[in-house]
Nanobody, 125 residues
Framework: QVQLAESGGGSVQTGGSLRLSCASS????????VGWYRQHPGKVREGVAA????????EYDDSVKGRFTISRDNANNTMYLQMNSLKVEDTAIYYC??????????????????WGQGTQVTVSS
């Protein structure tokens, strides 16, 4: 069974940085579109960032633009989310996602075929 595995979550103070990684031993990270979602306590999951395999273009939610950077290493089947200038409101469970086919709306959860188990990110003031 294909699995996505996130790592790199943890606890930091406001203004700190974390780097999340997503790895898979199978093909999903070579999919048309891969990205990161997050879920705040009691809220629905929301798209954070996405990157496309064809031209490596990226998408970001407005709340993280300029602070987060998504990247992928196709050779090692790994994806990253560099998170800088973290804020308390970034506290959430972060999920790695992959879509096998073309994505219409990158921020729509229904576009993604594979989801990781999630990694907790906690930012304290």
């Amino acid at each position: 069974q294909v699995q996505l595995a996130e790592s790199g979550g943890g606890s930091v103070q406001t203004g700190g940085s974390l780097r999340l990684s997503c790895a898979s031993s199978e093909y999903p990270l070579n999919s048309a579109c891969v990205g990161w979602y997050r879920q705040h306590p009691g809220k629905v999951r929301e798209g954070v960032a996405a990157i496309y395999i064809d031209d490596s273009s990226t998408e970001y939610d407005d709340s993280v633009k300029g602070r987060f950077t998504i990247s992928r290493d196709n050779a090692n089947n790994t994806m990253y989310l560099q998170m800088n200038s973290l804020k308390v409101e970034d506290t959430a469970i972060y999920y790695c996602v992959a879509a096998l086919g073309p994505v219409g709306t990158w921020s729509s959860a229904s576009e993604y075929n594979y989801w990781g188990q999630g990694t907790q990110v906690t930012v304290s003031s």
